[in-house]
């Protein structure tokens, strides 16, 4: 019995000297067409975001036209109130006691809004003091 196992393990091993060239050429080709898919994703992306960056540049320049010209209008916030806080952790110096600040400042909040670039500027108009 045990003759007959160790002829019929003989006679089953395992080819194991190495890939064959086919085996190479296929597993390397599979491996140059995944990366070349991730190059043209990669390149499809950024060209994407080249051109958003450009349409929000372009997009910018119409409101600041716009924007400074004489004649625009700007809507009034009402109800907004302009404050300046300070962190109380970092200006708690050697354990004193760190007390709330805060500073109001005299100022309106308007609104721009471009209907060409279909944009809205928020901006602060400082009172005269």
Sequence with gaps: ???ILKKLFNNLKLNNQGSTMVEVLVGF???VIVLVECMVHIVGVSSEMVEKSVDMQNDRMTVNREMYQKDAEYEIIDGAKTVLLLDEEKTN???NQAKPVQIVLSADLKKFYSEKAGLSI???FFKDE
């Design 93 to 95: 110096v050697a354990a």
């Design 29 to 31: 080709t599979i491996l």
């Design 122 to 124: 928020y901006k602060l």
């Design 1 to 3: 019995m045990v003759k």
